[in-house]
């Protein structure tokens, strides 16, 4: 007749048991996490996010007259959507930086392509959000990190409204005394608190101060070819060197003065 097990020693066998259990449990999510974070890894050595430039040229498939985009928001400050300006099929890339001195910061939609290694590795475990569009964190800039949108496009590319409003002032680009397009300010209609400054551009001549626009319908011009002036941080995510048109939202020059 076998001796009964005293109920201190089945105690700790199972104590050992559970033990055993939890290091294989804590080895597997190691194992788990170490085959997410190299899949990280290969994707950002191959997903092309750090290409040169190469030219502005658009590819032939893109020659014929795009239209105006599809109506697709990219980003809201409060009640205020912005649109996309520029057809889908000519955008390179769309990149957040610092605007100019008193541009406000605006709320991103779709998801941040260039994040952090150890985010990118959370959200691929917890899931997160994986929307469209993908957009850059670009460096430069005074104000804050997403103060001002930049949408690439070849130069040439036209250009339509954000928002829906009227145009408020034209005023030209000059940079080391020489003028590289114009920046055009509109009033949205649902925010007038506010002022839409699309900059960047060569502005359609159709249009002047008291315009109506209206978003993703009014053509307001055509992408400048900035190269000339400056390397563009845009060019680190596309093909080419990097043109874009920049939309801010400043506060309504009026309120300020009041």
């Not at 930086?97 to 392509?113: E, I, W, Y």
């Not at 994040?115 to 475990?125: S, Y």
């Not at 563009?232 to 801010?248: F, I, K, P, S």
Request: no cysteine; aromatic share 4%.
């Amino acid at each position: 007749m076998s001796r009964p097990v005293a109920p201190r020693q089945a105690r700790r066998s199972r104590r050992r048991q559970l033990e055993r259990e939890r290091r294989r449990r804590r080895l597997a999510l190691l194992t788990v996490l170490v085959l997410v974070a190299g899949v990280v890894v290969l994707l950002s050595a191959f997903g092309g996010s750090g290409r040169s430039p190469q030219s502005d040229a658009p590819s032939s498939g893109l020659l014929l007259p795009a239209g105006p985009p599809s109506p697709e928001i990219v980003a809201d400050i409060g009640s205020l959507h912005i649109q996309l300006p520029i057809s889908q099929s000519r955008v390179t890339a769309i990149g957040y930086q610092g605007g100019t001195d008193g541009a406000l910061a605006v709320h991103p939609l779709g998801t941040q392509a260039n994040q952090g290694l150890l985010k990118r590795v959370l959200r691929a475990i917890v899931g997160g959000s994986s929307g469209h569009p993908h957009w850059y964190q670009l460096p430069g800039g005074v104000g804050p990190p997403t103060s001002a949108l930049d949408v690439g496009a070849p130069g040439g590319t036209d250009v339509y409204s954000p928002v829906d409003g009227t145009v408020v002032g034209i005023s030209p680009v000059v940079l080391n005394g020489r003028t590289y397009g114009s920046t055009l300010d509109i009033q949205p209609t649902g925010a007038p608190s506010l002022v839409v400054s699309v900059a960047h551009i060569r502005v359609d001549p159709s249009l002047a101060v008291g315009s109506a626009v209206t978003a993703g319908g009014s053509k307001l011009g055509a992408v400048v070819d900035f190269s000339h002036a400056e390397k563009q941080a845009l060019a680190r995510y596309t093909n080419d060197v990097g043109n874009h048109v920049v939309v801010e939202v400043h506060p309504s020059a009026t309120l300020q003065i009041q």
